[in-house]
Structure formats: C-alpha cells, structure tokens
C-alpha cells in the first residue's frame, strides 16, 4: 500500500523536473491564489501552453495525410487558432496575476514615457526575471501580448506563408520551453494540484497492486484520467462559435498525450515490468527461494497477463485516436469548403464523446485485469456504459473474426505442400497472425470465458517457439483457431441479443473501416 502511494506521489512531484526549491515555491504561490477556481484556471492555462507547442507540430492535426508540401500551403487557418489560444492564454495568466497584473500595466507604460537607454535597458533586464511564479507569469503576459499583435499584422496579408508561420510558432514554443515555473512541455507529466485521481474504485486498485507494476499503472492511469479533462475542455470551447477553433490546440494536445501513452505502453511497459520483476526477484534470499515459488510463479502469470493488457490497451488508443482524427473532425486547411463555427461545434463534441469513450473503455478494462473482483468504476451512466462496451465488444469481435478467417485460409493452404510453405519468409503470416492476436484477441480470449483458453493459448505459444513452420505445430493451432471462431461467432450473435443492443443493427461499415484502419497502422 505505502509502495504505491509512493510511486503515484513521485509521479505527481517529480515529472517535470523542478529544482526542490521551485517546487516549494509554486506551491507556496499556489496555495495563496484564494479564488475556487484557480485549479481549472491553471488546468487551462498549462494545457493552452503545451497546446501551442503540439499544435506547432503537423502530425497533431486532424485530417488524413496531406501529401501538399509545406511552401505551398496557406497558414492562416492555423495562424487564427495560433492567434486565438495566445489570447485565451494571456487572459488566463491575469487571472493568475491578480493585483501583479497591475505591475505590467505600469511596467508597459514607463517603456512609453522613459528617455535613457540604460534605464529602459534596466526594465527590460528586470522584465525576464523569473525568480517567482509571478515573474514567470509576467515574462508570459508580455511576450504573449507581443506575439498576439504580431499574428494579427501577419493575418493581414493575402497569404501566409510556412516560413513566417513556422518562425512565429517556433518563437512561441521557444519561449513557454525557457519559461521556469509554467513549462508544460514534456510528454507524460504531472503536476500534483491537476492531476490528482479522485476515483476512489481506481485509487483503491492503484493502491492493491503488485510492486513491479506501480509505476506503468500509475502513468496510464494518469494519462486517462487527464485526457477525460481535455475531452471536458474540447467541449466547453466547441460550446460557442467565438472560441470552438481554440479546441484544436487542445485536441493537438490529447492526440500527442494519447501517442505518447500508446507507445509507452506498446514498447517499453513491458521493459518497466520485467525490470521491477526481476529487482523483486533478486532481492529474495536463495534459501527462501523454494518457500516464495508458488507467489513468484503467480506474480509472474499476473505480470504477464498485465501486460497482455497492457498491449492490447496501446493497439486500442492508437486505432481508435486515428480514426477519430482522420475520418470524425474537419481539417483547418484553407483551401477545403469551410464548415460554419456552428456546425464545427457540434462535430467536435460528437469527436469529444467518442474520444471519451475510449478513454473509458481503457479505464474500466485496466480496472478489470488488475481488480477483476471490485466494482468498476462509475465513469459513465450506467445504461451509457452497458451499451457502449457492448457495443465495442461486438465489433471487436467482429474485427478479430475477419482476422481469424484470413489466417485459417492461408494456414490450410500452407498444409496442403508443407514443403512449399517451408522457408522463413512463409512464416511471415502466422507472425502477422501472432501480432493481431495480442492486440484484438488477447483482450477477447480474457473477456469472454473462454472454455479452451489454456488450450488455444498454448497453441498459439507453440508457434512462437519455432522460426520455420512445424506442420504439427501449425495443425494444433488451426484446430483451436478453428474451435475460436466458432465460439467467437456465437459470441458475436449472443452480445447481438443483448437488451442494450436489441434495437441497435450491426454497423458492418464502420466495423470494416476500423479494422481498414487497424490492419494499415499495425
């Protein structure tokens, strides 16, 4: 129990990388702002920040790729949300300042009324101070107030080229990295007074699991959990026509968070695991070896299942985030038809629901592999969260039958001349087969009760053992594959019957776009 606290505590102080004595001091600043909403004010201004930085970067954007090279494309749709977010931004840091915010009012007017250079020099020297969380507030206001006039003369102009552009934006980026207390720019980092999880069911599982995989659960927890809160701030910008574009420096945001979580989890969570495991392992003395077996055997299976999950979770956010992205949000591009800010608005919120969804979808299923006993959590509704995982247990389902059918074809055609099918590059197939399993049907397999699990897992393992096709190998796992279907196919019709799906069709195209999607990113 301590273990963990430890682990999410060190996650919620030491991600950012604060010298001892700045942390005390933002905290200290933090504790004296006194108005309620001082949490969601600096929520707003750190996402805004490092909006401004994801935004910068093209792959943040929604819309499919755009084979257009950068000198020929007009910048001034993201020069408007560039422009916009610098002064919600600006607006943000007054409301931090409170009664300091006066300082830059007389500071800018003594620049106006001070003859000598070395006077205005001194000023200026004093303005780049940031020995206090209010100087680097003040260092913000000012700059941002500066960059905010010079994107509105650069929105005058016919066109807006990717050199003035890029110049603007990267000075911006250049500025919030060099900023002391209000640095957001790192990926997967927290702070302790936004991201503390105030789900007791998730803290509770935080709290109870094993030592070796405290901090891996803690980082996406934390990531989820803070992706709802952009999800929640999407919305309230998609609320009104003056400031919906805003939302696509936020939506660059979660897009960069969510890659980043999927790629820790996909390619390093498991090295995090075996690593925690093996310290754990070390540390135990060879005489109590014997006694301890039995708990480290089951600590191991539970691990492995961890990260089972784990990998499957990362394939779901990638797939999912990308879909959303290329297919449900309009691009800024200029030269597309413009869609109204009304409509815009609506088109954010339906992208934000199902963005959310998702996000739920890997919290309770977390929750599930590491507390499969407790009570998920209450993320949503309860008839909206039936629904919703029914719903997307049935196109995975779906997804991963489409996948076994195409492995089943080419795994019989490769019995029929074993020596044709023989050689290392024949193997290919049922590695391509291995790599879709852990990432659609492991999750299945451990959600639906299979009957031959133990059976069909085996097989599958056979297969991994092996680097040229063993047609005995290869037979055992078309029979279980074969068995699989069978029951994923009355799977799919049962979970077709349910009463939250009974007056819901099958939406076979939007299945099939999704598994295009998965099977072109995997």
């Given at each position: 129990m301590t273990g963990a606290r430890d682990v999410y505590a060190n996650l919620l102080r030491d991600t950012r990388g604060l010298r001892r004595e700045q942390s005390k001091a933002r905290e200290a600043w933090y504790e004296r702002l006194t108005w309620?909403?001082?949490?969601?004010?600096?929520?707003?201004?750190?996402?805004?920040?490092?909006?401004?930085?994801c935004f910068a970067n093209p792959r943040n954007h929604p819309g499919r790729p755009n084979p257009e090279p950068p000198a020929a494309h007009d910048y001034r749709g993201e020069l408007r949300v560039?422009?916009?977010?610098?002064?919600?931004?600006?607006?943000?840091?007054?409301?931090?300042?409170?009664?300091?915010?006066?300082?830059?009012?007389?500071?800018?007017?003594?620049?106006?009324?001070?003859?000598?250079?070395?006077?205005?020099?001194?000023?200026?020297?004093?303005?780049?101070?940031?020995?206090?969380?209010?100087?680097?507030?003040?260092?913000l206001r000012n700059t941002f107030t500066a960059f905010h006039d010079l994107a509105e003369g650069l929105l005058r102009l016919p066109r807006v080229s990717h050199r003035l552009y890029d110049g603007l934006v990267g000075t911006v980026v250049r500025e919030?990295?060099?900023?002391?207390?209000?640095?957001?720019?790192?990926?997967?980092?927290?702070?302790?007074?936004?991201?503390?999880?105030?789900?007791?069911?998730?803290?509770?599982?935080?709290?109870?699991?094993?030592?070796?995989?405290?901090?891996?659960?803690?980082?996406?927890?934390?990531?989820?959990?803070?992706?709802?809160?952009?999800?929640?701030?999407?919305?309230?910008?998609?609320?009104?026509?003056?400031?919906?574009?805003?939302?696509?420096?936020?939506l660059a945001v979660f897009r960069s968070d969510l890659r980043a979580l999927a790629r820790f989890l996909g390619r390093h969570a498991a090295g995090h695991l075996a690593d925690a495991f093996e310290r754990q392992l070390l540390a135990v003395p060879a005489h109590a070896l014997r006694e301890q077996h039995a708990q480290l055997s089951h600590d191991a299976a539970r691990l492995v299942g961890l990260?089972?999950?784990?990998?499957?979770?990362?394939?779901?956010?990638?797939?999912?985030?990308?879909?959303?992205?290329?297919?449900?949000?309009?691009?800024?591009?200029?030269?597309?038809?413009?869609?109204?800010?009304?409509?815009?608005?609506?088109?954010?919120?339906?992208?934000?629901?199902?963005l959310r969804a998702t996000l739920h979808h890997a919290i309770r299923s977390l929750c599930a592999e590491?507390?499969?006993?407790?009570?998920?959590?209450?993320?949503?509704?309860?008839?909206?969260?039936?629904?919703?995982?029914?719903?997307?247990?049935?196109?995975?389902?779906?997804?991963?039958?489409?996948?076994?059918?195409?492995?089943?074809?080419?795994?019989?055609?490769?019995?029929?001349d074993p020596d044709q099918w023989a050689s290392?590059?024949?193997?290919?197939?049922?590695?391509?087969?291995?790599?879709?399993?852990?990432?659609?049907?492991?999750?299945?397999?451990?959600?639906?009760?299979?009957?031959?699990?133990?059976?069909?897992?085996?097989?599958?393992?056979?297969?991994r053992d092996v680097d040229l096709l063993d047609p005995r190998r290869l037979r055992g796992a078309i029979d279980e594959c074969a068995a699989f279907y069978t029951f994923l196919d009355e799977l799919f019709r049962n979970v077709s019957r349910r009463a939250e799906l009974r007056d819901v069709p099958f939406d076979k195209k939007r299945a099939a776009e999704m598994l295009k999607i998965y099977l072109g990113a995997a």
């Open positions: 309620e909403d001082k949490e969601e004010t600096l929520f707003e201004l750190e996402m805004l920040l490092k909006g401004l930085a560039l422009q916009d977010v610098l002064a919600q931004a600006t607006h943000c840091v007054r409301q931090l300042l409170g009664e300091r915010e006066r300082a830059f009012v007389f500071t800018r007017y003594l620049e106006t009324v001070l003859p000598e250079d070395t006077v205005r020099q001194r000023l200026l020297k004093d303005q780049l101070a940031q020995d206090t969380p209010e100087e680097s507030l003040l260092v919030i990295g060099r900023n002391t207390y209000f640095d957001p720019l790192v990926a997967l980092e927290f702070r302790p007074e936004l991201d503390r999880i105030r789900h007791p069911e998730v803290l509770e599982v935080l709290h109870g699991i094993h030592e070796a995989a405290h901090k891996v659960v803690a980082v996406a927890f934390l990531t989820l959990f803070r992706g709802l809160r952009y999800a929640a701030l999407i919305d309230r910008y998609a609320a009104s026509p003056t400031t919906v574009r805003r939302a696509y420096a936020i990260r089972g999950t784990l990998e499957g979770l990362a394939n779901v956010l990638r797939v999912e985030i990308r879909k959303v992205f290329e297919r449900e949000i309009p691009p800024l591009d200029e030269d597309a038809p413009r869609v109204p800010d009304g409509e815009l608005g609506a088109q954010l919120v339906l992208a934000t629901a199902s590491l507390a499969p006993s407790s009570a998920a959590p209450e993320l949503a509704s309860e008839s909206g969260a039936q629904r919703e995982a029914s719903e997307r247990l049935r196109r995975d389902v779906w997804m991963f039958l489409q996948v076994l059918r195409a492995f089943l074809a080419k795994a019989e055609a490769a019995t029929v290392h590059a024949s193997f290919q197939f049922v590695r391509e087969f291995l790599d879709h399993f852990r990432a659609i049907g492991y999750q299945l397999v451990r959600a639906s009760d299979y009957g031959h699990l133990d059976r069909f897992l085996s097989a599958l393992d056979s297969l």
